[in-house]
């Protein structure tokens, strides 16, 4: 299992992956506060798959959501789902839309890239969030690497560096981190970062 394979799982299991995927919203009291950091009603949602339950989620709060995922699949499945809003297909990875959001999410996208790609999205955050935007995503909890899977046996890679790496990267890039709880026990063991952008 290499990192470039997870496109093509994707591609080829998305479908199953979004019909399985849960709905219950654990995620809602980080995305609400995400969603108080906001600066306005634009948000970039990067590895936005489905859409569901998520970007819905965000959606149904006023926000404009601009989806982006590398999977054919899931962009299909976006605009099926969402068909007010935008998504485009396009690797997250040395992505430059042009254009400044008001807060960007990365949820339980981002640790599917490797080490050095996960270093190299945070030029990517900066570029395109608004000062004092808000940025969230997922990672492991400390430094490694760990094949899970997805659709009934379908392999996927994912990648971690450790939080003390992540916090210098956020300060390297113009962000201060607000909190991150490593396998947060109400958020279904996620380990999430919550970061925004410096005002100057």
């Known amino acids: 299992m290499h990192p470039d394979d997870i ?45 569901q339950p998520i970007a819905t989620y965000l959606s149904e709060r006023n926000r404009d959501i601009t989806g982006v995922d590398g999977a054919a699949t899931m962009v299909k499945l976006f605009a099926k789902n969402l068909p007010e809003q935008t998504v485009i297909h396009a690797d997250m990875r040395g992505l430059d839309l042009g254009k400044k959001f008001d807060g960007i999410l990365a949820w339980n996208s981002f640790f599917h890239l490797s080490p050095d790609d996960q270093r190299n999205m945070f030029p990517v955050f900066a570029a395109h969030a608004s000062p004092g935007a808000p940025v969230i995503l997922t990672t492991g909890h400390a430094e490694g690497e760990a094949i899970g899977e997805i659709d009934g046996g379908a392999p996927v890679y994912h990648a971690s560096l450790a939080p003390a790496a992540y916090r210098t990267l956020f300060d390297e890039a113009g962000f201060d981190v607000i909190d991150f709880i490593p396998e947060d026990p109400d958020c279904a063991g996620h380990s999430v970062w919550l970061a925004r952008r410096r005002r100057s």
């Open 7 to 51: 496109l093509p799982t994707y591609e080829a299991h998305g479908a199953g992956f979004a019909a399985n995927r849960g709905r219950s919203l654990f995620e809602r009291p980080w995305l609400d506060r995400f969603l108080r950091y906001t600066t306005g009603r634009e948000l970039l949602d990067l590895g936005c798959g489905s859409g």
